[in-house]
């Protein structure tokens, strides 16, 4: 969820239905603070093909759009997750380079580099330790084993 200019909208309705089998009940949700929203609709394998309307409303924004989507899956399959995604807004700016996929004026690119970053402390800190650990065994006076004369 994500405004004109491409930051993310929080805090907006989200609602999800299913157009053809009105016995399925509409879920409502809202976009956390960094425009995310996830929702569960309980389909059957009878619904695969129906239509699915998911609608965003904010009369704080003035936001009201509706995008319409196929539920598509293999009813024979029951063991891959059945998903869609749905993004509502301008999509964000990407970055070119660093190849770490990191979004342009958003806290992922950070993170990235926070979990990186710490990652690599943390290695160091445990190759240290093994260094230390075994010059401390190399120093260390060689106890005498066998009977004593």
Not at 36 to 53: R, W
Not at 78 to 83: I, L
Not at 115 to 144: D, E, I, M, N, S
Request: charged share 30%.
């Amino acid at each position: 969820m994500r405004d004109k200019e491409g930051k993310p909208v929080r805090d907006v309705r989200v609602q999800v239905r299913d157009l053809r089998d009105q016995s399925v009940d509409p879920v409502n949700t809202y976009a956390d603070g960094s425009g995310f929203y996830k929702m569960v609709l309980h389909l059957h394998n009878t619904n695969a093909g129906d239509p699915i309307q998911v609608s965003i409303k904010d009369e704080r924004s003035g936001v009201d759009e509706v995008k319409k989507i196929r539920a598509e899956f293999n009813p024979n399959d029951r063991r891959t997750e059945r998903g869609a995604t749905v993004s509502f807004g301008a999509e964000p700016e990407r970055s070119s380079g660093g190849g770490l996929g990191g979004l342009v004026g958003t806290d992922e690119a950070s993170s990235y580099w926070l979990y990186g970053v710490g990652g690599v402390l943390a290695l160091a800190a445990l190759g240290a330790g093994v260094a230390w650990f075994r010059h401390q065994q190399a120093r260390a006076v060689p106890t005498r084993r066998g009977k004593k004369r």
